[in-house]
């Protein structure tokens, strides 16, 4: 007899997920390595930046209270005492009525506490020295970048768990991390199953199609952060399946795979999971696509097992396994990231499951506004191109119209959103 499957709701599926969740490890890269890995701890400040007073301008490092005289109808002159660029400290102490000349970034002299821009200073030369005049008043501080003025000694910057972008690298380059303590990347193994799934470099047959689902999932994979172990592809026969996956388990932090999870002849994963003695979470859940989306632990380890169903395969991924990645690269925030937008079409059926679209997110007039990027069907691959978003369209509800507001999931942020949405 053909088992019957009961579904569980989403939220209920991702908690029994999450309780096998795991942090990371932390490991250290090099800072020429660390873009676009995640920060294993946070970032703190190991001095202040700037580290000194600076001048912001290549001018005249003045006492003001020289200045306070100086007008337009009344100059006052200076003795240009010393020169310096950046990188130079000047051994000069400034006294009454002296200057030290000064290019940006060079540190502001003893004695000084404003700068002078070269356009608003007259220079001229006597004698063998160097003198210049200005015909208005500075305050102290005027054109100084103050020591720690952009961050002081200590400051937490950013939380760990963050992704490494541009600016963080220069944030770890300005503190010295040469070495960047960064989240290990948590081995993902994965398998595509099916007797139908030809190479990609092979021709075309009668009943085989191309193993696409690979080639995508090893993309979010990575795109979640994570490594991928490219297993390769495997026939529907058990014992074939079971001897390779049951010998890859130990060697990866979760093993996905990717088709034969329903109730055909040839869908194999609930034997091999039994044959495995895992444990499976749920084997049905309330959603479209992805209904089939099954996982299991063995042994605190989760095997994901993800639809043949190229959208449903996608879906399933984003929601259940994506989590348990960022959680490893120590993000707080390890779900798709929700947000609003407003809806650009018709969906007039009702939806007694929960419905991930795979859906084009973009911006008009300052507003978020999202419609399908194709095809709504599981077996769909290309809709999966152009969706940088899912719309949720939630279980029970009656159906949305154009002009309405709707939830959406961002599939390329790195932000992530707390639990439950
Ligand atoms: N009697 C029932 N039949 C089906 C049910 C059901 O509840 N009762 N569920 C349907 C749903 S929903 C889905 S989704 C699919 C899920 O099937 P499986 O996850 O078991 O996947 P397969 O049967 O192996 O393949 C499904 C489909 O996807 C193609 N496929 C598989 N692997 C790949 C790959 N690597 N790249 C590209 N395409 C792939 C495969 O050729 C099939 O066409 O089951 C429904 N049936
Ligand atoms: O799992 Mo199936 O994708 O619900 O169509
Ligand atoms: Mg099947």
């Known amino acids: ?4 499957r009961t579904p569980i709701g989403i939220g209920e599926a991702v908690s029994k997920v999450m309780k096998y969740k795991q942090t990371g490890i932390v490991e250290h890269v090099s800072i020429n390595e660390s873009y676009g890995r995640y920060l294993a701890e946070e970032l703190v400040a190991t001095n202040h930046v700037p580290p000194f007073d600076k001048a912001p301008y290549d001018g005249f490092a003045i006492r003001s209270i020289d200045t306070k005289e100086a007008s337009l109808s009344n100059p006052v002159e200076f003795e240009v005492i010393d020169h310096i660029g950046a990188g130079l400290v000047s051994l000069k102490k400034l006294g009454p ?10 540190q502001m ?11 608003l200073a007259q220079t001229s030369e006597r004698d063998g020295k160097q003198y210049m005049s200005i015909k208005r008043s500075y305050n102290s501080g005027d054109n100084v970048s103050f020591c720690g003025e952009d961050a002081r000694e200590g400051d937490v ?20 991390y040469a070495q960047v303590p960064v989240a290990r990347k948590p081995v993902v193994g994965l398998f595509a199953t099916g007797t139908e799934l030809l190479e990609v470099g092979d021709p075309l047959e009668p009943g085989k199609i191309r193993n696409s689902n690979s080639h995508m999932i090893m993309a979010q994979i990575e795109r979640a952060g994570a490594e991928v172990q490219f297993l390769g592809k495997l026939p529907d026969e058990l014992e074939t399946c079971y001897e390779a996956i049951s010998k890859c388990i130990p060697h990866v932090d979760m093993l996905l795979t990717t088709g034969g999870v329903s109730v055909g002849d040839f869908d194999l994963l609930p034997d091999i999971y039994k044959k495995l003695d895992a444990e499976v979470l749920f084997n049905k859940v309330a959603m479209r696509p992805g209904s089939v989306t099954t996982v299991a632990q063995v042994n605190g380890k989760l095997l994901f097992g993800l639809s043949g169903n190229p959208s449903a395969c996608y879906v399933g991924f984003e929601l259940f396994t994506r989590p348990i990645i960022r959680t490893m690269l120590f993000s707080d925030k390890p779900h798709l990231r929700k947000e609003k937008a407003i809806l650009q079409t018709n969906f007039p059926k009702a939806n007694p499951f929960a419905r991930f679209v795979r859906s084009a997110l973009s911006v008009e007039n300052g507003r978020l506004v999202v419609e ?7 077996n769909i691959v290309m809709s999966l191109a152009g969706a940088n978003a899912f719309i949720i369209l939630p279980g029970g509800t009656r159906g949305f119209h154009s002009g309405e507001e709707v939830d959406v999931l961002l599939l390329e942020d790195t932000l992530g959103s707390v639990w439950p949405w």
């Not at 910057?157 to 010295?176: D, E, R």
């Open 109 to 119: 002299p003893e004695g000084s506490d404003a700068v002078v821009m070269l356009e």
């Open 97 to 106: 009525f002296q200057v030290i000349r000064i290019m940006t970034g060079a």
């Open 372 to 378: 399908p990027s194709g095809m709504d069907k599981s």
């Open 157 to 176: 910057l950013v939380p760990k768990g963050t992704f490494i972008n541009p600016g963080i690298q220069a944030m770890l380059a300005t503190f010295g």
């Open 1 to 4: 007899m053909l088992e019957k």
